[in-house]
């Protein structure tokens, strides 16, 4: 699934105090989302039912020895760097597809607004398309047999 980066894991001698800043990335490398937890990956599967959370590639832990520190951390930095599902600290106005994403009701199936409320870049169209033409080469390929 994603790539994990660790920075300073907790000290075993003092788990409760310490807490991560954790910073989450698509495949071009866009920050998505910035979070605190002292446990990161309890954090993450809270958050697999939210739609951003397939685009995410990429995860970044950093670890700051009290909560606090980790939250003055996370405010800067989404403040200053703006993550597009971010809500509380950030700068930049909400995106309405953005927001009625996330207030969206669960179902079974998405839709590429859901996926891409801004657009997608080239690269992602190009993947798209192959995705999309792969049960068709599959037949092509059983076609030849």
């Not at 800043?21 to 809270?46: F, H, I, M, T």
């Not at 993947?127 to 092509?140: C, F, I, N, S, Y």
Request: one cysteine or more.
């Amino acid at each position: 699934m994603a790539n994990d980066t660790a920075l300073a894991p907790p000290d075993a001698t003092h788990p409760a105090e310490r807490t991560a800043l954790y910073r989450c990335y698509d495949a071009d490398e866009e920050l998505l989302y910035v979070g605190v937890s002292k446990d990161p990956e309890a954090r993450w599967e809270q958050h697999r039912d939210k739609p951003w959370w397939r685009d995410v590639s990429m995860r970044v832990v950093e670890w700051f020895d009290d909560r606090a520190s980790a939250e003055r951390a996370e405010r800067k930095a989404i403040q200053t760097k703006g993550p597009r599902y971010n809500v509380h600290h950030n700068q930049r106005p909400a995106d309405p597809a953005v927001v009625e994403a996330l207030a969206a009701p669960k179902r079974s199936h998405r839709t590429l607004a859901d996926l891409y409320p801004d657009g997608i870049s080239d690269a992602q169209a190009r993947r798209l398309v192959t995705l999309l033409r792969l049960p068709e080469r599959v037949a092509e390929r059983e076609a030849l047999r």
